[in-house]
């Protein structure tokens, strides 16, 4: 695992407790809660920028092959 998935899964652990933590109070700490909702988001934004789109295939992955129209 290298340092970038680590740090984004930290972030994500992290900012998923704090969250929790700040809820689970009787009186709720609404910044303590902000703080763990932007870290958790922060992580999964990293996350997910590293995934390709299922868009973004290349065309020649389809087996029928076009053949340019002679031009008369």
Do not use: H, W
Request: aromatic share 8%; charged share 25%.
């Amino acid at each position: 695992m290298n340092i970038s998935r680590t740090i984004n899964f930290v972030c994500i652990v992290a900012g998923g407790i704090i969250a929790i933590y700040a809820q689970a109070e009787e009186k709720q700490n609404t910044y303590l809660l902000m703080g763990g909702i932007i870290l958790l988001m922060f992580g999964i934004y990293r996350t997910s920028r590293n995934i390709p789109s299922k868009n973004d295939k290349q065309e020649e992955e389809t087996y029928v092959k076009s053949e340019k129209a002679d031009e008369d």
